[in-house]
């Protein structure tokens, strides 16, 4: 547990450590601030080492960070190189639990080389590693680094900007191209932020690489098409037709105001709900509507003919009118019609989207502010 807390402290330290602006001192005294411990051990000494050793400015030795680190009083002893091996110094079982391994494949290794065996193979899912996980190896590959100084070219390989305009691209242009020092860092964090949060509304990873390629590295953009792929959860939207009509009905009560769902069944010159003459009007156009989603749905499913002879009986010329005032009655007449014939189609999405509409077109009932109806 404590090599968890120590490796968030780091990954979420890690952006100041690029910058060199985070000390390693300013890492124990936040690992010891939420440990309540007072000592390092080996292990966890050598695991900051190998970050800063990773990421630290290229022209600031780990050395340098580690000037007036103190451990209990004692000074700590001269830095060890990335590929030191933990031999007993570390708990070989804990980092395997961590990150869900088979300890006998980590161990003897080197702190690098668990790590990248962990981002790579590991089953267990953490909120912090498993967003740092799909930023670093897969998801954040399409949000590729960007280095001050350089372009990016179509191959991935990097040149100088030939004349840059801002101060940290002049500066870096005029060096060999520094890799510790990532220009996007902070897009990349913020998906990485994203990924954690869709991870935790259980987005699955295909879901989540296409909303993240789909939106190009734009947060926002992601967001926007995660909430539409989280509506579609939620109304069971499984078929594209569904899909597709969830989308309008969206569509509409973003543009629509309630006057437009609910009409005006009082007055004969004001029209009712949705457009629609009066209520009966709507809810037939309703019944309509679920009635061919469905059968574009059963097309594809089953061909033309064989839809409808399925649904002939609840849903064929004028079959459909004595639903006209009661569109629930009707979903469940398509329901039962689908089981009597053995048909596999989930009418959830169509349960649901009734009910939103008449949630939607149902007038408010007027009440005296003492209470009672007008």
Same mark, same amino acid.
């Given at each position: 547990?404590?090599?968890?807390?120590?490796?968030?402290?780091?990954?979420?330290?890690?952006?100041?450590?690029?910058?060199?602006?985070?000390?390693?001192?300013?890492?124990?005294?936040?690992?010891?601030?939420?440990?309540?411990?007072?000592?390092?051990?080996?292990?966890?000494?050598?695991?900051?080492?190998?970050?800063? #050793?990773?990421?630290? &400015? @290229?022209?600031?030795? $780990?050395?340098?960070? +580690? !000037?007036?680190?103190? %451990?209990?009083?004692? #000074?700590?002893?001269? &830095? @060890?190189?990335?590929? $030191?091996?933990?031999? +007993? !110094?570390?708990?070989? %079982?804990?980092?395997?639990?961590?990150?869900?391994?088979?300890?006998?494949?980590?161990?003897?290794?080197?702190?690098?080389?668990?790590?990248?065996?962990?981002?790579?193979?590991?089953?267990?899912?953490?909120?912090?590693?498993?967003?740092?996980?799909?930023?670093?190896?897969?998801?954040?590959?399409?949000?590729?680094?960007?280095?001050?100084?350089?372009?990016?070219?179509?191959?991935?390989?990097?040149?100088?900007?030939?004349?840059?305009?801002?101060?940290?691209?002049?500066?870096?242009?005029?060096?060999?191209?520094?890799?510790?020092?990532?220009?996007?860092?902070?897009?990349?964090?913020?998906?990485?932020?994203?990924?954690?949060?869709?991870?935790?509304?259980?987005?699955?990873?295909?879901?989540?690489?296409?909303?993240?390629?789909?939106?190009?590295?734009?947060?926002?953009?992601?967001?926007?098409?995660?909430?539409?792929?989280?509506?579609?959860?939620?109304?069971?939207?499984?078929?594209?037709?569904?899909?597709?009509?969830?989308?309008?009905?969206?569509?509409?009560?973003?543009?629509?105001?309630?006057?437009?769902?609910?009409?005006d069944d009082r007055y004969?010159?004001?029209?009712?709900?949705?457009?629609?003459?009066?209520?009966?009007?709507?809810?037939?156009?309703?019944?309509?509507?679920?009635?061919?989603?469905?059968?574009?749905?059963?097309?594809?499913?089953?061909?033309?003919?064989?839809?409808?002879?399925?649904?002939k009986d609840v849903g064929?010329?004028?079959?459909?009118?004595?639903?006209?005032?009661?569109?629930?009655?009707?979903?469940?007449?398509?329901?039962?019609?689908?089981?009597?014939?053995?048909?596999?189609?989930?009418?959830?999405?169509?349960?649901?989207?009734?009910?939103?509409?008449?949630?939607?077109?149902?007038?408010?009932?007027?009440?005296?502010?003492?209470?009672?109806?007008?």
């Amino acid at each position: 547990m404590a090599n968890k807390t120590l490796l968030r402290i780091l990954v979420s330290a890690r952006p100041g450590i690029q910058q060199g602006i985070v000390k390693m001192q300013d890492i124990v005294s936040e690992y010891f601030k939420q440990t309540g411990g007072k000592t390092i051990d080996p292990g966890e000494r050598t695991i900051i080492e190998n970050e800063f #050793i990773e990421f630290a &400015p @290229s022209n600031v030795s $780990v050395g340098d960070f +580690a !000037k007036g680190f103190l %451990d209990e009083g004692e #000074i700590v002893n001269k &830095p @060890s190189t990335p590929n $030191v091996r933990f031999g +007993a !110094k570390v708990d070989y %079982d804990k980092m395997a639990d961590m990150w869900g391994l088979n300890v006998e494949d980590i161990r003897g290794k080197s702190y690098d080389e668990i790590m990248e065996i962990g981002r790579a193979q590991g089953t267990k899912v953490d909120p912090m590693f498993e967003a740092e996980r799909l930023s670093e190896k897969g998801i954040g590959s399409m949000i590729p680094k960007e280095y001050y100084g350089y372009n990016r070219g179509e191959g991935g390989e990097f040149t100088k900007i030939p004349y840059p305009v801002y101060w940290d691209d002049i500066g870096a242009s005029q060096r060999p191209l520094d890799t510790s020092r990532i220009k996007n860092w902070s897009q990349r964090d913020d998906y990485a932020k994203f990924i954690r949060k869709m991870r935790g509304k259980d987005f699955e990873n295909p879901t989540i690489r296409k909303i993240v390629k789909d939106s190009g590295g734009d947060v926002a953009e992601g967001k926007r098409a995660a909430t539409t792929v989280a509506r579609a959860a939620e109304m069971v939207a499984d078929t594209k037709v569904k899909q597709a009509i969830l989308s309008d009905l969206d569509e509409m009560k973003l543009d629509k105001g309630p006057r437009w769902w609910k009409g005006d069944d009082r007055y004969r010159d004001i029209e009712g709900p949705m457009g629609a003459d009066d209520r009966a009007g709507m809810t037939k156009r309703l019944n309509d509507k679920v009635y061919y989603g469905v059968m574009e749905d059963l097309d594809n499913m089953l061909g033309e003919e064989k839809s409808y002879e399925v649904l002939k009986d609840v849903g064929g010329f004028g079959n459909r009118k004595k639903y006209d005032f009661d569109p629930d009655a009707f979903v469940k007449a398509i329901k039962e019609e689908l089981e009597m014939n053995d048909i596999k189609y989930d009418m959830t999405f169509w349960e649901n989207y009734v009910d939103e509409i008449m949630q939607l077109t149902t007038p408010e009932i007027p009440m005296f502010r003492s209470g009672g109806l007008v």
